[in-house]
Nanobody
Framework: QVQLVESGGGLVQAGGSLRLSCAAS????????MGWYRQAPGKQRELVAR???????TYADSVKGRFTISRDNAKNTVYLQMNSLKPEDTAAYYC?????????WGKGTLVTVSS
């Protein structure tokens, strides 16, 4: 079955960096677009970044120039490099993909940015 497992979250000071990883299994990774989403307390889940099978990327305006999404098809892993972190980046970060008509989500990893 499809599994997405995020890692790499933690506590970091404002201005710092973190790299999130999402290990995928149970589907043909290299033909699927992958996305990173986040949900802050009391807010709706939002798209942070997305990468297609052709490695085309899109970003939320709030993270452009600070975050970079990438993928390693040999490792079935998608990454989110987060630089210049701000307190407003504090959220649970989720990896997601669509297989056939179903959306799949990981359990998330928590990122906390202190001011």
């Amino acid at each position: 079955q499809v599994q997405l497992v995020e890692s790499g979250g933690g506590l970091v000071q404002a201005g710092g960096s973190l790299r999130l990883s999402c290990a995928a299994s149970g589907f043909i990774f290299n033909i699927n677009a992958m996305g990173w989403y986040r949900q802050a307390p009391g807010k709706q889940r939002e798209l942070v970044a997305r990468i297609t099978s052709a490695r085309s990327t899109t970003y939320a305006d709030s993270v452009k120039g600070r975050f970079t999404i990438s993928r390693d098809n040999a490792k079935n892993t998608v990454y989110l490099q987060m630089n210049s972190l701000k307190p407003e980046d504090t959220a649970a970060y989720y990896c997601s993909t669509k297989v056939d008509v179903m959306d799949y989500w990981g359990k998330g990893t928590l990122v906390t940015v202190s001011s």
